[in-house]
């Protein structure tokens, strides 16, 4: 079945550092892929999304590109802020269902 | 953009007792919604998939009795957890909207003491 496979974590930064969360999935067909993000004790939130293979997909500085060579869909930033302190899961679609990554917990450190 | 409201935010009840989680589209109309419950520190399990005016269908291992789902409307699904035990504490979290692109409401954090 689908899988998603994220980096583990806990990740921590100083600010202004680069970010990259690696993400690897396993799917049948040609799934959508996302990344979400979960600040404490909230749900989550959509960060990006990709729909089709060297779609790139970026939202408030945060980018990635879906790699279907790969099957990746890694998660960068050029320049964290303390506010990027989250936890990020990535996840892809299939059969109308979110399949998730383990999830990423980054600390960026003033 | 999309805006999918839970509630309550958190819950605490005793151990036996039944506790009703709601989960509202208010700017669109859903007819599939989605609960999941998520451990600490860990990701997201797809609980069950709520089909308006129909029946839920749960994942495997999910217990339809304990955890009883309503989608009795285009704009809301609730999730009754009945007969709460402690190891039923987590956080619960509803989404709705298209396959591309879902959103997800604030989650319950519920405790049973």
């Known amino acids: 079945g689908d899988s998603v496979t994220q980096m583990e974590g806990p990740v921590t930064l100083s600010e202004e550092a680069f970010l990259t969360i690696n993400c690897t999935y396993t799917?049948?067909?040609?799934?959508?892929l996302f990344w979400y993000v979960q600040y404490p004790g909230e749900g989550l939130q959509l960060l990006l999304k990709?729909?089709?293979?060297?779609d790139k997909g970026s939202n408030k500085g945060f980018e990635a590109t879906y790699r279907k060579e790969t099957t990746s869909f890694h998660l960068e930033k050029g320049s964290v802020q303390v506010s990027d302190s989250a936890v990020y899961f990535c996840?892809?679609?299939?059969?109308?269902?979110?399949?998730f990554g383990a999830g990423t917990t980054v600390t960026v450190r003033a | 953009g999309a805006v999918v409201s839970q509630h309550p935010s958190r819950v605490i009840c005793k151990s036996g007792t039944s506790v009703k989680i709601e989960c509202r589209s208010l700017?669109?109309?859903?007819?599939?919604m989605f609960w999941y419950r998520q451990f600490p520190k860990q990701s997201l399990m797809l609980m069950a998939t709520?089909?308006?005016?129909?029946?839920?269908?749960?994942e495997q291992g999910v217990e339809k009795d304990k955890f009883l789902i309503n989608h009795a409307s285009l704009t809301l699904s609730t999730l009754t957890v009945t007969s709460a035990h402690p190891e039923d504490s987590s956080f619960y979290i509803c989404?709705?909207?298209?396959?591309?692109?879902?959103?997800f409401g604030s989650g319950t954090r519920l405790t049973v003491v």
């Open positions: 799917a049948t067909g040609y799934p959508s």
């Open positions: 989404s709705a909207g298209e396959v591309e692109g879902y959103t």
């Open positions: 990709a729909t089709k293979a060297d």
């Open positions: 996840a892809l679609s299939g059969d109308y269902k979110l399949s």
């Open positions: 709520s089909n308006e005016g129909s029946k839920a269908t749960y």
């Open positions: 700017d669109f109309q859903a007819t599939t």
